[in-house]
T-cell receptor
């Protein structure tokens, strides 16, 4: 389909191992976001990419988390030395940013992928 | 600081009835966007409806409508003619200009009863 895809859908790893999560955004979308959703919680912002601009890393919880976006398309979220508290669903979203109303408001509908469920044992 | 509050952790509705899911928000920005997403048990976040702070009319999208009361800072989602497939978690979210991400509430779990 033409939606956001993520892989793997499930990942089980041992504490201390590194993991890589992949996101393929909707073709043509310029913005890409990573969020984390812990059990029974809302979404927590992690990182944002927009075109060739420097990413907004303000939501990354520690320096064990990093992400890159190659060629303005596919993104990889890497978690080093995983901890049990990293267990969560990692959701990727993409959007085509559009300003409306003379720039007074920004409508920027984010379309989400199915997520990667990460379990750290 | 911005904040999204969903006070109903769980709601039940009879099939074919209408239901309102509450959302209040707090922001000092004059311009912002409000979103509702549905998250079924499969986990994917599905966009439902958007309301801009300067929009004069309440947003509607099929069976979904948004009861936007700007002065009260509320953006309640109304689902008409509920269907069994509407059973899911529903999240309210806000987007501010200058912020790159959406701020999400904690969600409301809706269960549609046959």
């Amino acid at each position: 389909g033409a939606g956001v895809s993520q892989s793997p859908s499930n990942k089980v790893t041992e504490k201390g191992k590194d993991v890589e999560l992949r996101c393929d955004p909707i073709s043509g979308h310029t913005a890409l976001y990573w969020y984390r959703q812990s059990l029974g919680q809302g979404l927590e912002f992690l990182i944002y990419f927009q075109g060739n601009s420097a990413p907004d890393k303000s939501g990354l919880p520690s320096d064990r988390f990093s992400a890159e976006r190659t060629g303005g398309s596919v993104s990889t979220l890497t978690i080093q030395r995983t901890q049990q508290e990293d267990s969560a669903v990692y959701l990727c979203a993409s959007s085509f940013r559009l300003a409306v109303g003379g720039g007074r408001a920004v409508t920027d509908t984010q379309y989400f992928g199915p997520g990667t469920r990460l379990t750290v044992l | 600081a911005q904040k999204i509050t969903q006070t109903q952790p769980g709601m039940f509705v009879q099939e074919k009835e209408a239901v309102t899911l509450d959302c209040t928000y707090d922001t000092s920005d004059p311009s912002y966007g409000l979103f509702w997403y549905k998250q079924p048990s499969s986990g994917e976040m599905i966009f439902l409806i958007y309301q801009g702070s300067y929009d004069q009319q309440n947003a509607t999208e099929g069976r979904y409508s948004l009861n936007f009361q700007k002065a009260r800072k509320s953006a309640n989602l109304v689902i008409s003619a509920s269907q069994l497939g509407d059973s899911a978690m529903y999240f309210c979210a806000m987007r501010r200009p200058g912020a790159n991400n959406l701020f999400f509430g904690t969600g409301t779990r809706l269960t549609v009863i046959p």
